[in-house]
């Protein structure tokens, strides 16, 4: 039984460190600069705004920061970053670019994507959370989305998308 009960803990063990090791490369698989198009919302009421965005991502085994601008229009420049740190089972950081000032994140990873609620500094569509997606579209691709309520009709809408490729 003893012995039974060392090699459960073994495997457990394994396990953990398999998982942590795949999020590691998960994670260093963002590395590098990116360049891309998407759309942007100010708000639920406004249009939509075709944006260009240009990203350097850094990345460790432990963390992910991703630094960027993204132009829409011809005078509309917002600065935009996140930096995320692994934190036990989960994900936690700082989103800036919003108008509302910092925002915190947190979330967890699910297959190809980092799955965050964002925690606005202020209100947004009239709360303050929304949802952010870094996912992982090919060896070179990443889309970002951020999904909010939209406060009329209830339903997710999104405010955000951004596809970028390694430059």
Known sequence: MKSM???????GL?????????????????QGSFAGNGTFKV?????????????????????LSLDGECRGL??????????LKATGGGYSGVY??????????????????LNLGIRWAKP?????????????????????TVTDTDPKSGKTMVTSRIDLRRS
């Not at 949802?131 to 889309?143: A, C, F, N, P």
């Open 5 to 11: 009960m060392l090699l459960l803990l073994a495997g």
């Open 14 to 30: 394994m396990a953990a460190t398999n998982a942590h090791a795949d999020d590691a490369d998960f994670l260093r698989s963002f």
């Open 43 to 63: 708000s639920a009421n406004s249009p939509t705004v075709n944006i260009s965005c240009t990203f350097k991502s850094g990345a460790t085994a432990t963390s």
């Open 74 to 83: 011809i005078l509309m420049t917002r600065e935009i970053s996140a930096d």
């Open 96 to 113: 800036i670019g919003s108008r509302t000032g910092p925002a915190q994140l947190s979330g967890g990873r699910s297959g190809n994507a």
């Open 124 to 144: 947004v569509n009239g709360d303050r959370k929304a949802q952010l997606t870094v996912e992982k579209t090919s060896s070179d691709g990443m889309r970002l």
